[in-house]
């Protein structure tokens, strides 16, 4: 049995799995606000030239469009990690806090089970952000739609946490990995250094999650699906891989 340290356990105790090929969207399901599941609005979603886009090429404004793409299984001990990075300008509409903003959210309800209308899944999210080439602006961080969880062994209920990262201007390419122990504890690491960590994660917040807390029979969230986020600034994902791991 693999067994867990305080960091990363080195890559070649688990192989690595890649979740996006390359070449299409083979295994991921959109979900956009205003849209049944499955329904790539405006082509949002699209592969280029090997790269995984969030591109709003097709759009004329934003209109609160929210989108995620989930990838088909779902996971519970696990190393996620991806390369990302922001290009261009943000889409007009969108919100100031959406400038240069995605995520990759955890432990998410499937695409199927949200509404119709709903913004954001029930899920953990590892935030993404690019700095403005001025101010200080941590990537890496932690936002709870329809979730709590335990920091320093005490419920955290605060929506957004920043983590301790660097701020990286531009459309360089950053490494966000996220060590995920069911229910147990989960970590974020920016380019190799861990930035955030905690644990428990929990339904709690608003009556969609109390909803499928009722389903799940606890609160508690031991797994769930992996999605990237669409949230108004275009963002590129060129690798999206997995090493599952032992409980």
Known sequence: MMVATAGLVSADEAKWEPLFNGKDLTGWT???RGCEAGENFQNTF???DGVLKVDYSDYSQWDNRYGHLFYAKKYSHYRLRAE???TGEQLKGGAGWAFRNSGIMIHSESPQMMEKNQDFPTSLEVQLLGG???E???TGNLCTPGTHVEMA???ETTHCINSTSKTFHGDQWVTIEVEVHGN???KHF???VEVISYGKPQYGGDAHADALAKVAGSKMISEGYICLQSESHSVEFRKVEIQVLQP
Request: proline share 4%.
């Open 46 to 48: 699209r592969v280029k």
């Open 132 to 134: 403005d080439g001025k």
């Open 136 to 138: 200080e602006r941590s």
């Open 153 to 155: 062994g005490k419920l």
């Open 190 to 192: 920016v380019n190799g």
């Open 84 to 86: 990302y990075r922001f």
């Open 30 to 32: 959109p979900k956009i």
């Open 184 to 186: 147990e504890s989960i």
